[in-house]
């Protein structure tokens, strides 16, 4: 009997060698499995471009498949983390790129209700590659090395990007590096970080790449501003205590017990004002660099513009003047709904006014009682009484006033006395 040309069997990890998933032309570490639950097995083979892009496409696919909500999320992480399965950071950044390469690539053909799943997996990437930077200490290499592969995949000029997918980069971005490093870097390494934005924002003709970088990456440093320096403060306090705690030796166990507790009930997110850890950052030195490279000569005078606001509310900020935007929400909502009051209240005013003008306007204004002119057809201005034929005078205020209403001019016949009973018969 020949050898079996049907579907060919795929190996389990308990027989003689690896499966397909797990293994390549190199070694295979100890414990690979088949499936894709345990990314943190290390690939000691290399890549090519072409063979990456292969591998995402099929990811991309196995997401698109996936509908269950739970399912996407576990998915998603899954995918995301095997980024640390390679060893080096070349074969790292390869990943990475031809992620977004193939993001870039299959974007137009995403439906609407798969575009959330996707949102996802962007973000989960995202984070992950940070995560990656952090693994080595934050490196200025590494930082340097991954921002220019970021930039130059989606935000560059050269790039095929898709709009969506460079809003939803600039909008997640600060989010992402909040959760990773917001307890680890300094003010100077966040500067790092958004360098490359400024640079982008400077030179850019895309308008709407101006504008989501200057709403995503600048003014939410400054909306952010009073609960960075809130963390600020909050950090110090804590060093603080810890040093009186550790001078004071008297303490019971029962009171570090209730304090704990304490700290822990603020840490759970019981107070729905209470924020995260912030980035922090100097807002003079960010203000100094926009305005380096808003100031050249080659900058556009729309970007120099939209540019020169920002400056202005990060000096602010340097000076100690907080914007109104960054008054807690509450507050801010009280003083917002004020404000509407008092402009309806001014407009109902306003309105009111120029009614009762048009009630009470007109030729009613110029006589003496302010009341209803007996002949509409007279010629009346100014406030002096209008002169009458001899023998004639006026009538008296009548007793209610009515709203003034335009007659004909009555035909001054032989009828005339009949047409206008108030005036006796002419001289």
């Known amino acids: 009997m020949g050898p079996s040309r049907g579907r060919r069997r795929v190996p389990t990890a308990s027989g003689s060698r690896p499966a397909p998933a797990a293994w390549c032309s ?43 909500p739970l399912l996407q999320e576990e998915l998603g992480r899954t995918i995301s983390q095997l980024i640390h399965a390679f060893q080096t950071t070349e074969t790292q950044h390869l990943f990475l790129q031809t992620f ?22 962007m973000r989960m990437v995202l984070n992950e590659s940070l995560k990656a930077v952090r693994t080595r200490g934050w490196e200025e290499k590494q930082v340097e090395q991954l921002l220019e592969l ?12 898709p709009n969506g997918v460079k809003s939803h980069f600039i909008e997640i971005f600060l989010e992402e590096l909040t959760k990773v490093g917001a307890k680890e ?31 995503g990456i600048f003014e939410t440093i400054v909306e952010q501003a009073p609960f ?55 807002y003079e030195a960010v203000a100094n660099r926009l305005f380096e490279v808003a100031s050249r000569q080659s900058t556009p005078s729309q970007n120099r513009k939209r540019l020169y606001k920002v400056i202005q509310k990060l000096q602010d900020l340097a000076g100690g003047t907080f914007p109104e935007d960054d ?14 009051e008092r402009k309806m209240r001014r407009r109902s005013l306003k309105s009111r006014s120029k009614n009762k003008r048009r009630r009470t306007g007109g030729l009613s204004a110029c006589l003496p009682w302010g009341g209803q002119c007996p002949m509409p057809d007279m010629a009346l201005q100014g406030a002096e009484e209008p002169s009458l034929p001899s023998g ?21 016949g032989s009828d005339f006395p009949a047409a206008c009973p108030q005036l006796g018969p002419s001289t």
């Open 100 to 121: 977004w390469q193939t993001m870039n690539r299959e974007w137009a053909g995403i439906d609407r209700l798969r575009l959330d799943k996707f949102y996802m997996l």
């Open 26 to 68: 190199g070694t295979v570490t100890r414990g690979s499995t088949a499936t894709l639950s345990r990314p943190r097995r290390v690939f000691s083979c290399s890549f090519t471009h072409d063979e990456l892009l292969k591998v995402w496409k099929g990811l991309f696919y196995c997401m698109w498949m996936q509908d269950k």
């Open 228 to 282: 960075a320096i809130e963390d600020l403060m909050n950090e110090m306090d804590a060093q603080n205590g810890e040093d009186e705690a550790s001078d004071g030796d008297g303490e019971s166990l029962e009171g570090s017990i209730r304090r704990t507790d304490l700290e822990k009930g603020k840490g759970t997110g019981d107070d729905e004002d209470s924020a995260g850890p912030v980035l922090q950052f100097d």
């Open 185 to 215: 870097l300094t003010a100077d390494q966040n500067l790092r970080f958004i360098d490359p934005f400024c640079k982008i924002a400077a030179c850019t003709k895309d308008s709407l790449v101006l504008h989501n970088i200057a709403r």
């Open 150 to 161: 970021l930039i130059t995949e989606i935000l560059h000029p050269s790039s095929q990007a």
């Open 327 to 340: 008054i807690p929400e509450k507050t801010y909502r009280h003083l917002l709904e004020g404000r509407r």
């Open 392 to 412: 004639l005078t006026w009538p008296g205020p009548p007793t209610a006033v009515e709203p003034f209403r335009v007659v004909p001019r009555p035909h001054l």
